[in-house]
């Protein structure tokens, strides 16, 4: 019978093979892509300017271009899954796709169970007035005006916060033409949204009175475990900002460095 001493020693003899021959710790998820050829993306479809379906029916967007170019720079091809919101995330919990690209944002309660490349989108809370409004500086402006907004979003709870008196809406285009209109004084949205309108309609008479500090960050969210995998997007994600394409895209879909 082997002493104890001589068991433990084989098991780390053990341990340290298996270590050093990389099967204990292997990231499987980045070889499956390359062995197969095919990136798996998750995206809803139905989210301008991010994900969604031209008049010819096909799926673009600026989340799809930046899937496309990380898929260009793993050297393989990239295969959209289209899901609901709502079961998006559950999706890749299911194997369904290799990652989810769909404006995602970084949370800490996302990050106790998935993992996030680095962010390569930023989007910040603007308050929206007509061109030609010169009172409504600041939010803290808002006291006593009128503000248009879905009334379960997070942007009609700043305006409340900040003493506005809140007009109830279907979206972000009834709330910015109640501004334009001047029944609304006011509206707070986020600043993608913002700036793929003016990109679209430059003529309309808005202008961003004030921005918030606080940012959201989005990023390319996989499964934990995949350390390569989560290395190979952040350095493609690196290429991408470094050699212009980035700045390319963005500019195609909201005219301005949406990375910043």
Do not use: C
Not at 54 to 77: H, M, P, W, Y
Request: aromatic share 8%.
């Amino acid at each position: 019978m082997k002493s104890l001493k001589s068991l433990i020693a084989i098991g780390l003899v053990q341990v340290f093979a298996v270590a050093a021959s990389g099967s204990a710790f292997a990231d499987p998820a980045l070889d499956q892509i390359k062995g197969s050829g095919v990136f798996r993306v998750g995206t809803e479809g139905t989210y301008a300017p991010f994900t969604f379906h031209n008049s010819a029916d096909t799926l673009v967007g600026f989340d799809v271009e930046i899937a496309q170019e990380i898929g260009k720079r793993l050297g393989v091809k990239v295969q959209f899954i289209e899901s609901k919101w709502d079961g998006l995330i559950a999706g890749l919990d299911a194997n369904r796709y290799d990652a989810v690209i769909n404006e995602v944002t970084i949370s800490d309660a996302r990050k106790a169970k998935y993992d996030f490349s680095t962010p390569y989108i930023v989007s910040k809370a603007v308050l929206i007035v007509r061109s030609d409004n010169s009172t409504i500086k600041s939010f803290a402006d808002l006291k006593g005006k009128k503000s248009a907004h879905t009334l379960s979003s997070n942007f009609a709870r700043i305006a409340s916060d900040n003493g506005a008196e809140l007009l109830g809406t279907d979206g972000f285009n009834q709330s910015i033409d109640l501004v334009i209109s001047g029944r609304a004084d006011a509206t707070i949205n986020d600043s993608l949204s913002y700036l793929d309108f003016k990109h679209h309609k430059p003529e309309a008479k808005v202008k961003i009175a004030s921005t918030l500090d606080a940012a959201d960050y989005q990023g390319v969210l996989i499964r934990k475990g995949n350390p390569d995998l989560l290395a190979a997007i952040n350095k493609s994600l690196a290429d991408i900002k470094a050699d212009g394409t980035y700045l390319k895209i963005s500019q195609k879909y909201f005219g301005t460095d949406v990375s910043k």
